[in-house]
């Protein structure tokens, strides 16, 4: 495969698996551009660039990490591999350092000052009640004040005004510590967004690391990433970016931003957040805006799909040799968890699905399955659940459990129950034998 080391050798690689679309008809930024991005997604039709959005000087991608398919291409692996591979590269001990770099891409042309408007930005609002448009697929690069280390995140950011930006972070995420680190001296906290990236380094964003993500995203090329210092900051910075906005939050400063369509499938509330200042926009010639669809399947993929699985795999794996996979389906907006596994035991499911739980404080719904039912076709999954789950039998509930705050099931402390169920065949109960399987065949010969 070829070599992928930015957003353009990316597309060419998606091109060339027949992963990718280039829609030419204008669209609006308001709505009909996620609106048709979120249907490319749902029928497996690959990333998409808008070439001609309505009143834009650059095209949109999006799409990028959006199914299993184009996670696999974006790692270079096959689609059985993603788990296992991803497991190898966030091992620390696999991290390959950022490479710093004199020259950048993105420094082709720098906007800086007053002449620094945030509307020459294709910045699109996506769901039909977001409070405006976001910046959703940019990734925020940061330096920790104390260690110096960099770090990589996502931080949903709403357009307040030609240089200012709402900038949502939870209490819990490194550069809401850096932030706070800065504020208790009364001082800013420098930001960088990278925006159009080689999806390596998208996928070491979705990361928690307390190393610098961007050894994460090394170990995915075997390769250290090249790096750049800003123009207006003191941060390294992807040089193969396609737009860099530069700028600071100061302490003290907040504003309410939101709503925005979230991860659980509901519209995320406002929310009182800092307030960040663009000192400059910076870009490549024939720049390429990127976007995440929010609440669609790359920013479930990103955020709960990749980062969780390796951790899924290790967790099961201690308590059975017996696992063939593990899935976190995007439709499950990352509170289900599919286990595969070639029982040799009746009780081994349910302590499959225990283990599952432990993993993760997101899973609330854990479904294990046989070798013989498809982990990423959710039609299989559900065929599973009707033909080999006996529900007085073959589940079990866990009441009182910690889920995830934001889940709309639980208490506002994540207070939940969750269900484990063994969607595995019991030939002991009633041997039906073997399932109707018709092969896939390559109907070229029949259609041509």
Same mark, same amino acid.
């Not at 928690?208 to 910075?237: F, H, N, Q, W, Y």
């Given at each position: 495969?070829?070599?992928?080391?930015?957003?353009?050798?990316?597309?060419?690689?998606?091109?060339?698996?027949?992963?990718?679309?280039?829609?030419?008809?204008?669209?609006?930024?308001?709505?009909?551009?996620?609106?048709?991005?979120?249907?490319?997604?749902?029928?497996?039709?690959?990333?998409?660039?808008?070439?001609?959005?309505?009143?834009?000087?650059?095209?949109?991608?999006?799409?990028?990490?959006?199914?299993?398919?184009?996670?696999?291409? *974006?790692? =270079?692996?096959?689609?059985?591999?993603?788990?296992?591979?991803?497991? #190898?590269?966030? !091992?620390?001990?696999?991290? &390959? $350092?950022?490479?710093?770099?004199?020259?950048?891409?993105?420094?082709?042309?720098?906007?800086?000052?007053?002449?620094?408007?945030?509307?020459?930005?294709?910045?699109?609002?996506?769901?039909?009640?977001?409070?405006?448009?976001?910046?959703?697929?940019?990734?925020?690069?940061?330096?920790?004040?104390?260690?110096?280390?960099?770090?990589?995140?996502?931080?949903?950011?709403?357009?307040?005004?030609?240089?200012?930006?709402?900038?949502?972070?939870?209490?819990?995420?490194?550069?809401?510590?850096?932030?706070?680190?800065?504020?208790?001296?009364?001082?800013?906290?420098?930001?960088?967004? *990278?925006? =159009?990236?080689?999806?390596?380094?998208?996928?070491?964003?979705?990361? #928690?690391?307390? !190393?610098?993500?961007?050894? &994460? $995203?090394?170990?995915?090329?075997?390769?250290?990433?090249?790096?750049?210092?800003?123009?207006?900051?003191?941060?390294?910075?992807?040089?193969?970016?396609?737009?860099?906005?530069?700028?600071?939050?100061?302490?003290?400063?907040?504003?309410?931003?939101?709503?925005?369509?979230?991860?659980?499938?509901?519209?995320?509330?406002?929310?009182?957040?800092?307030?960040?200042?663009?000192?400059?926009?910076?870009?490549?010639?024939?720049?390429?805006?990127?976007?995440?669809?929010?609440?669609?399947?790359?920013?479930?993929?990103?955020?709960?799909?990749?980062?969780?699985?390796?951790?899924?795999?290790?967790?099961?794996?201690?308590?059975?040799?017996?696992?063939?996979?593990?899935?976190?389906?995007?439709?499950?907006?990352?509170?289900?968890?599919?286990?595969?596994?070639?029982?040799?035991?009746?009780?081994?499911?349910?302590?499959?699905?225990?283990?599952?739980?432990?993993?993760?404080?997101?899973?609330?719904?854990?479904?294990?399955?046989?070798?013989?039912?498809?982990?990423?076709?959710?039609?299989?999954?559900?065929?599973?659940?009707?033909?080999?789950?006996?529900?007085?039998?073959?589940?079990?509930?866990?009441?009182?459990?910690?889920?995830?705050?934001?889940?709309?099931?639980?208490?506002?402390?994540?207070?939940?129950?969750?269900?484990?169920?063994?969607?595995?065949?019991?030939?002991?109960?009633?041997?039906?034998?073997?399932?109707?399987?018709?092969?896939?065949?390559?109907?070229?010969?029949?259609?041509?």
């Amino acid at each position: 495969m070829e070599a992928i080391h930015d957003l353009r050798s990316f597309i060419a690689v998606i091109e060339k698996a027949g992963q990718f679309t280039e829609i030419k008809k204008p669209v609006k930024i308001v709505h009909e551009l996620a609106n048709v991005a979120a249907a490319m997604a749902r029928q497996d039709k690959g990333a998409v660039l808008f070439s001609q959005p309505v009143g834009a000087t650059m095209p949109v991608f999006t799409g990028a990490v959006a199914s299993q398919k184009l996670a696999a291409l *974006a790692l =270079g692996c096959s689609l059985n591999e993603v788990s296992d591979f991803m497991g #190898r590269v966030l !091992d620390p001990a696999n991290g &390959i $350092a950022p490479i710093r770099v004199g020259e950048a891409a993105w420094k082709e042309n720098v906007i800086t000052g007053e002449d620094v408007d945030l509307a020459m930005l294709p910045i699109p609002t996506h769901g039909k009640h977001d409070g405006g448009p976001f910046i959703t697929g940019g990734v925020t690069v940061t330096k920790d004040p104390v260690s110096g280390r960099g770090n990589l995140s996502y931080n949903r950011m709403q357009v307040l005004g030609k240089r200012e930006l709402g900038f949502n972070m939870n209490e819990w995420r490194h550069t809401m510590k850096f932030y706070k680190n800065q504020e208790s001296k009364n001082e800013p906290l420098q930001v960088a967004i *990278a925006i =159009g990236l080689d999806p390596a380094i998208m996928i070491a964003a979705g990361a #928690r690391s307390d !190393d610098d993500e961007l050894r &994460i $995203a090394g170990a995915i090329r075997g390769r250290g990433t090249p790096v750049c210092k800003g123009v207006t900051v003191d941060i390294d910075i992807p040089a193969e970016a396609e737009i860099v906005l530069e700028g600071y939050l100061p302490p003290q400063e907040r504003h309410p931003e939101g709503p925005l369509a979230e991860f659980h499938g509901y519209y995320g509330e406002p929310w009182q957040m800092p307030v960040f200042h663009v000192t400059a926009i910076c870009h490549r010639n024939k720049p390429i805006f990127q976007t995440i669809v929010a609440g669609a399947s790359e920013h479930i993929y990103i955020g709960n799909v990749l980062p969780r699985e390796p951790l899924l795999l290790k967790f099961v794996r201690h308590v059975s040799a017996n696992i063939t996979g593990v899935h976190v389906p995007p439709y499950g907006n990352g509170f289900v968890s599919i286990v595969q596994l070639k029982k040799n035991n009746p009780g081994e499911p349910k302590n499959v699905a225990m283990a599952a739980f432990t993993s993760h404080v997101n899973n609330k719904l854990v479904i294990v399955i046989d070798p013989d039912v498809n982990l990423y076709d959710p039609a299989d999954i559900l065929w599973a659940l009707n033909n080999r789950v006996d529900w007085s039998r073959d589940i079990f509930l866990v009441q009182g459990s910690q889920g995830h705050e934001m889940d709309p099931v639980s208490d506002t402390r994540g207070v939940q129950t969750k269900i484990g169920i063994d969607a595995t065949y019991k030939e002991e109960r009633r041997p039906y034998g073997e399932r109707i399987v018709y092969p896939d065949i390559d109907l070229t010969e029949y259609l041509s």
